[in-house]
Nanobody, 124 residues
Framework: QVQLVESGGGLVQAGGSLRLSCAASGRPFNTYAMAWFRQAPGKERDIVAAINWSGTWIYYTDSVKGRFTISRDNAKATVYLQMNSLKAEDTAVYYC?????????????????WGQGTQVTVSS
């Protein structure tokens, strides 16, 4: 079993930056792929970015390309999401997720472990 704990959310003005962190425990971190999802009120939980176990494969949804960066530190069992040039439409609860598939995957149903979520609010 894997436990995931997110941190780093908050309130920021449009154009600002935030860095989300997700600390994992329970299994060797380099045995699973990781991702960040987000869910705005009344909407589906959608993928934002994903990274395979080694960091050699990375995926971004189109709306965040060039603004967000996903990374992982296997020694610290932590995955990060650096968010720059934030927009009001980035406002959502952000969830960290882990997949037992070591390769990169983007489908929500392929993720086995979820954090509790952290709120990101961007004011315009």
């Amino acid at each position: 079993q894997v436990q995931l704990v997110e941190s780093g959310g908050g309130l920021v003005q449009a154009g600002g930056s935030l860095r989300l962190s997700c600390a994992a425990s329970g299994r060797p971190f380099n045995t699973y792929a990781m991702a960040w999802f987000r869910q705005a009120p009344g909407k589906e939980r959608d993928i934002v970015a994903a990274i395979n176990w080694s960091g050699t494969w990375i995926y971004y949804t189109d709306s965040v390309k060039g603004r967000f960066t996903i990374s992982r530190d296997n020694a610290k069992a932590t995955v990060y999401l650096q968010m720059n040039s934030l927009k009001a439409e980035d406002t959502a609860v952000y969830y960290c997720a882990g997949s037992e598939s070591r390769i990169g995957v983007v489908e929500r149903e392929r993720y086995d472990y979820w954090g509790q979520g952290t709120q990101v609010t961007v004011s315009s």
